[in-house]
């Protein structure tokens, strides 16, 4: 008796624990159940690599799992599909555009020298870059990350329609007829990079010396910066950049993609040593949503191939609601049957295990919340499947149980036999189910992976609350002897004779 009550004890605390869990941190739901986006991206070969292979793949899903782990994006999903393309998911992301831009580009970051000799020719550049800049950012509607507080960037010459002219002509930029201001300025800095980035050395530092990247608000409060942190050997390497062209009025480059970003000055101070310390900061007059997002791709590192978005879908929360209402509708459904059914052909026992089988439902969902699983549409057929495979532990066990009293055992005397007889078999076939989920977790992709493991889940808990769960709540509601009946169990006329207490022949 000692023992049941510490096997109740233990379900009691679980029960409890389950429902606290449940009440804390709730369940994951995913793309198909809570709406969000989709995105299909398609890894392209590039330079000498025809052909995408696994290992190739693998190394563009590495990097772009590092990036989406920094944008903050909880419970995604990024899979392998085919050879050459990777999914993912973005449960409750109905706006996937920040995703695509930090996910699409290739972040190859590099240091480089300016030229000697180009000195005024950069100074030019450099001025129609800033006013081309300002006039851009002064007509770029504010983000929602702009802090409304900060004061206004430091003022540049105007560039007025004469002036872009001008430096349109100049340059020998042809302007589509029709063109507006925007557009000329947008070609004005796509020309003004180009050219500066040809006054630039051979890059001399790159994405793999980083060790970090961070962002903080500049101190003038105008914008914000994106910090790096360089190994030891790229410590080095910036220290003698820095050095090579300090004090001689040439620039720095931080090239991102082909793009010059920043352009640097190193002061005289500097000719001796360089900039040492193994850190430096990129100040490109990026927001902070521009910053956020390029210190998520240089913290992420550089793609190895180029990946192209091919297909964004998006799922909207009355569709995974709907899927939801439909998904509880259906597991409600069988759950309440299976309750009819059990409670008819079993009595007693099959109220019992009714029980067993709700808590069963509840520590499936508190392992859920706990772990967490993702819970998809097949998750959901996984864990209802799961439940007919519970209660078919308890048909083993009633039947045997049955089977002893038609036979004329007492009543706790078949219960105790019923589940030594079933146990074999309900072990052997919760294994067989496990090999197969392992089978399938280890062979299978994506949404098949989830229904592998809440299969799983579900098969060991089986093993659990029909073992445990059922039989003390069993012998529980056997201590109290109006409940101690056979007929509780199966109908009278399957049970054998009463034998009597005295011998017929002694009547006789």
């Known amino acids: 008796m000692g023992r049941q009550q510490g096997w109740f004890a233990l379900i009691l605390a679980l029960t409890i624990a389950s429902g606290a869990l449940l009440a804390n941190y709730g369940l994951q739901l995913g793309l198909d159940l809570r709406g969000g986006s989709q995105l299909t991206l398609q890894v392209m070969p590039a330079g000498a690599i025809t052909r995408v292979d696994t290992e190739q793949l693998e190394a563009v899903k590495d990097v772009l799992e590092r990036r989406i782990n920094g944008l903050g994006v909880a419970e995604s999903t990024l899979q392998a599909v085919g050879n050459d393309q990777l999914v993912l998911q973005l449960p409750g992301e109905q706006d996937p555009s920040q995703a695509a831009r930090v996910l699409g580009s290739t972040a190859l970051l590099e240091f480089r020298a300016q030229k000697p000799g180009t000195e005024e ?34 003022e540049t010459p105007p560039l007025s329609s004469e002036d872009l002219s ?18 000329q300025l947008e070609l004005l800095l796509r020309e003004t990079n180009r050219r500066i980035l040809a006054l630039y050395g051979p890059p001399l530092i790159t994405g793999k010396d980083l060790t970090s990247a961070g962002r903080q608000q500049q101190a003038t409060g105008t914008g914000w910066e994106v910090t790096l942190g360089f190994n030891r050997e790229g410590g080095e390497k910036f220290a003698s950049l820095t050095q090579s062209i300090a004090g001689t009025g040439r620039v720095l480059g931080i090239v991102l993609d082909g793009r010059s970003i920043s352009e640097a000055s190193v002061g005289e101070q500097f000719k001796v040593a360089g900039i040492t310390g193994g850190s430096a900061s990129i100040t490109g007059n990026f927001s902070a949503e521009e910053a956020r997002d390029l210190e998520v791709q240089l913290r992420g590192g550089s793609l190895p191939l180029p990946v192209k ?47 067993a089988l709700s808590l069963y439902a509840l520590f499936n969902l508190a392992i859920y919340a706990l772990i967490p699983v993702t819970l998809t549409l097949p998750g959901i057929a996984g864990f209802i499947l799961s439940v007919g495979i519970a209660v078919d532990a308890n ?13 004329g055992n007492t009543l706790i005397r078949s219960i105790d036999t019923g589940f030594s007889l079933a146990f074999s078999s309900i072990f052997d076939g919760h294994a067989t189910g496990l090999i197969s989920c392992a089978a399938l977790f280890f062979l299978g992709t994506g949404l098949v992976k989830g229904f592998a493991v809440t299969l799983a889940i579900g098969l060991l808990l089986s093993l659990f609350t029909a073992l445990t769960c059922t039989r003390t709540l069993l012998r529980l509601l056997m201590s109290y002897p109006a409940l101690r009946r056979p007929t509780y169990f199966l109908p009278a006329r399957q049970l054998p004779p009463a034998k009597s207490a005295t011998p017929q022949a002694g009547l006789a």
């Open 395 to 407: 048909v083993l066990i009633f039947e045997r149980i049955k089977e002893e009293l038609r036979g």
């Open 121 to 154: 020719e950069m100074r030019g550049l450099l001025g129609l870059k800033r006013q081309a800049e300002s006039v851009l950012r002064a007509k770029r509607p504010p983000s929602p990350s702009d802090d409304p507080t900060a004061p206004p960037p430091p």
């Open 166 to 183: 001008k430096a349109l002509t100049s340059l020998g930029i042809q302007v589509p007829s029709g063109s507006s201001e925007v557009d």
């Open 309 to 355: 978005i091919v297909e964004v879908r998006t799922v909207g929360p009355s569709l995974g609601a709907e899927n939801i209402r439909s998904s509880l509708v259906a597991g409600l459904s069988g759950l309440v049957l299976v309750a009819v059914f059990m409670a008819v052909v079993y009595r007693l026992p099959g109220i019992v295990a009714v029980v």
